[in-house]
C-alpha cells in the first residue's frame, strides 16, 4: 500500500507535457501545472493561433496568461527529490497530446494500446484485459488506436454502423437500413470489405506490375542516357580531332604562304639590290669620269690634252635601261586573291556543309528507337489536332476564302487579291498560314460537287509563279500530294503517281510526325482507315496545302479542338 501511495505522489508532481518531475512549477489559471519551459514552449507553438490552451483540460486562453511560479509545489518536488523520487516509473505511458487516450482511465490518462470496434473504445493495457479475459469480449474486433472511433457511430441513430449501402455508397446502421435505405442493395460491412479488399489486391498488383514495368522502363531510359552521353562525347571528341586536323592544316598551309611569299621577297629585294649596287657603282664610275675629263677640258697645254683624251675618253661597257624589266605595280597583290578565292570557297564548303551537320544532329532522336504507340483510333490522332487556316498571301485568284480562312472555293470570276510574290499564279492552290513541325493531325472535309481535290503539304520555297511542274503539288519534290477523286485516290511525290486504295470519303485525315519523317492519310467516317504513308526525311517545316480543280467545288479545314 505505501508503495501505491508512492506511485500516486510520482504521477501527481510529474509534468504532463515532458513526463519528468516537475521543474520550476508553474500552475495555469485552469489550475494544472507545468514545468516552466514546457508549458512556454508548448504555448509558443501556439502563437501563430493566437489561444493559448491547456495541454491537459484544452481549456483556452486569450490573450497568453502570465505564469507564476508554483512556490509550495516547487518545494515539495524538492522534498521529493531527496526521498528518492526520481521521474514517473517507465511501465506507465501517460497519454500525450498526439497519442489516443484510454477511455477508462479517469484522471491522468494512459496511452490506448488498442481500440475495440464493438464498444466504440480505447483501453489502455490495464482497461484492455477484460477482452482478452471474458468471452463475449473476445469476439470484438481489437484494432491499433484510433482517434476517428466516432466515424464509426450512426449520427442519426447512435447505433455502430455495421452495414453498408451499395446503392449510394456509404455505411450505415442496421435502422438505417430499414428506414431510408430501405429497398437498397445492402451488406454487411465485413461483406462489402471483402470485396473491396479483393479490388485492392488486384489494383495493388496491377500497381506493382506497372512500378516494375516502369522501373525497367527507367533502367532503358538510363541505359540510353549513358548511350547518348557515350556518343555525344565520341562524336565531340572526333569532331574535335577532325577540326584539330583542319586547323592545323591551315596553320600549315599559312606557314607554306609566309614562307613563300617571304622566300620569294628575298630573292626578289637582292636581285634588285644587286643590280642597284651595280647601277650605283657605275654612277660613281661615270661621276669620276667626268670630273678628269672637266679637268682636262681646263687643260691649256695642247699637246698634253691631246696626249691624255685617249685614255680618259673611253668609257666601261653601260648597263642598259632596257635591261631591267620592272613588272606592273601588283607585286605580292595575286597572292593575296589567290588566298582569298581559297577562303571563299571554304567558306562556301562549310557553309554547305554546314546545314547537313546540323541537320544530322538535331535529326537525333533516341526515343524513336523506341516505337511510339501506333495511333489506331480517330481519338488516338486527335490528341495531336492542329488548328490550321489558309494563307490569303498564297491563294490563287480564283480562290476564294471562307469561315475564318478555312474554306476555299473555287469561283468562276477572280477575287480582288493584291499582288504578292507568294500567290499561285497558273495553278488553282493555297497553302495554310501555319508551319508543320513535331507531331500534327488535321482534316479536310470534301464539299460541293465533291469533284478533284488534292489535299497536300510542301516546303514554303515551292515555286508560285508558272505553270510548270515546280509550281504542282505532288509533280515535285518540295510537295506530297494525296488526289481524292470522285470514286478513288492517287498518291503524287515527284510526278510519280501512285494508286491507293481505300474507302472513299468525303473527309480526310492527315497525320505529321516532322522528326520521324511520317506523312500519312486516313479515310476517315465512322471509321479511320491508312490510305497511305510516307517514311522520307523531312528537312524544312511544311505547310499544309489544297488544290481544287472544278469550279463551285470547296474543301475545308475542319474545327477539331
Excluded at 485552469?30 to 481549456?59: F, T, V
Excluded at 473476445?138 to 447505433?159: A, F, G
Excluded at 537525333?364 to 523506341?370: G, K, P
Excluded at 488548328?387 to 491563294?395: G, K, Q, R, S, V
Aim: hydrophobic share 30%; charged share 30%; aromatic share 6%.
Amino acid at each position: 500500500m505505501a508503495q501505491k501511495g508512492v506511485q500516486l505522489d510520482r504521477e501527481t508532481f510529474s509534468c504532463s507535457i515532458c513526463l519528468d518531475l516537475l521543474k520550476d512549477p508553474v500552475t495555469t489559471p485552469c489550475g494544472h501545472s507545468y514545468c516552466s519551459n514546457c508549458i512556454k514552449d508548448h504555448w509558443d507553438e501556439e502563437e501563430k493561433k493566437e489561444i493559448y490552451s491547456c495541454p491537459e483540460c484544452r481549456k483556452s486562453f486569450t490573450p497568453r496568461p502570465e505564469m507564476l511560479k508554483s512556490t509550495m509545489l516547487a518545494a515539495l518536488v524538492e522534498q521529493l527529490k531527496k526521498t528518492g523520487l526520481q521521474a514517473a516509473p517507465a511501465d506507465l505511458c501517460y497519454a500525450g497530446a498526439e497519442d489516443v487516450a484510454c477511455d477508462v482511465c479517469t484522471g491522468r490518462k494512459l496511452r490506448a494500446v488498442k481500440s475495440c470496434l464493438q464498444c466504440v473504445a480505447s483501453y489502455c493495457e490495464q482497461h484492455l484485459q477484460p477482452h482478452y479475459e471474458s468471452a463475449p469480449l473476445k469476439k470484438h474486433k481489437l484494432v491499433e488506436p484510433s482517434k476517428k472511433l466516432q466515424e464509426n457511430i450512426c449520427s442519426r441513430h447512435d447505433e455502430v454502423m455495421k452495414m453498408f449501402c451499395r446503392t449510394d455508397q456509404q455505411c450505415i446502421c442496421y435502422l438505417c437500413s430499414v428506414d431510408e435505405h430501405k429497398g437498397h442493395d445492402t451488406v454487411s460491412a465485413a461483406a462489402e470489405r471483402t470485396e473491396r479488399q479483393r479490388e485492392l489486391e488486384g489494383s495493388r498488383q496491377n500497381i506493382q506490375q506497372r512500378i516494375q514495368d516502369r522501373e525497367e522502363d527507367v533502367k532503358v531510359l538510363q541505359q540510353e542516357v549513358e548511350a547518348i552521353n557515350g556518343s555525344a562525347d565520341k562524336a565531340a571528341e572526333h569532331s574535335e580531332k577532325i577540326f584539330t586536323q583542319l586547323i592545323r592544316l591551315m596553320e600549315k598551309r599559312r606557314s607554306d604562304v609566309k614562307q613563300q611569299v617571304r622566300s620569294q621577297q628575298e630573292t626578289e629585294v637582292s636581285r634588285v639590290k644587286e643590280l642597284q649596287e651595280k647601277l650605283e657603282q657605275e654612277i660613281t664610275e661615270l661621276k669620276r669620269k667626268d670630273a678628269e675629263l672637266m679637268k682636262l677640258s681646263h687643260t691649256e697645254d695642247h699637246n698634253q690634252f691631246l696626249h691624255n683624251y685617249p685614255s680618259l675618253s673611253a668609257l666601261s661597257e653601260s648597263t642598259h635601261s632596257s635591261s631591267i624589266n620592272i613588272r606592273p605595280l601588283k607585286y605580292f597583290e595575286d597572292v593575296t586573291a589567290a588566298v582569298s578565292e581559297v577562303r571563299d570557297k571554304l567558306q562556301d564548303v562549310l557553309r554547305d556543309t554546314w546545314t547537313n551537320i546540323s541537320l544530322t544532329v538535331t535529326q537525333v532522336d533516341v526515343l524513336l528507337s523506341n516505337p511510339q504507340p501506333e495511333n489506331k483510333t480517330r481519338a488516338d490522332f486527335l490528341r495531336y489536332s492542329s488548328d490550321i487556316t489558309l494563307d490569303p498571301n498564297t491563294a490563287h485568284k480564283h480562290l476564294l476564302l471562307s469561315e475564318g480562312n478555312r474554306k476555299a472555293t473555287l469561283m468562276y470570276q477572280p477575287q480582288s487579291y493584291s499582288h504578292h510574290p507568294d500567290r499561285f499564279t497558273d495553278w488553282s492552290q493555297v497553302l495554310s498560314r501555319e508551319s508543320l513541325t513535331g507531331r500534327c493531325y488535321w482534316e479536310v472535309e470534301r464539299r460541293g460537287g465533291v469533284g478533284r481535290v488534292d489535299v497536300a503539304v510542301a516546303y514554303k520555297n515551292i515555286s508560285r509563279a508558272g505553270g510548270g511542274n515546280e509550281c504542282r503539288f505532288g509533280h515535285n519534290d518540295k510537295s506530297w500530294s494525296l488526289r481524292c477523286d470522285t470514286n478513288s485516290y492517287e498518291f503524287l511525290y515527284n510526278k510519280v503517281q501512285t494508286p491507293v486504295s481505300g474507302p472513299v470519303s468525303s473527309r480526310v485525315g492527315v497525320y505529321l510526325d516532322h522528326r520521324a519523317g511520317i506523312l500519312s492519310f486516313y479515310s476517315v467516317s465512322d471509321t479511320i482507315t491508312l490510305l497511305h504513308r510516307v517514311q522520307t526525311t523531312f528537312t524544312e517545316p511544311l505547310y499544309a496545302g489544297l488544290w481544287l480543280y472544278y469550279v463551285g467545288d470547296s474543301a475545308e479545314f475542319s474545327r477539331l479542338k
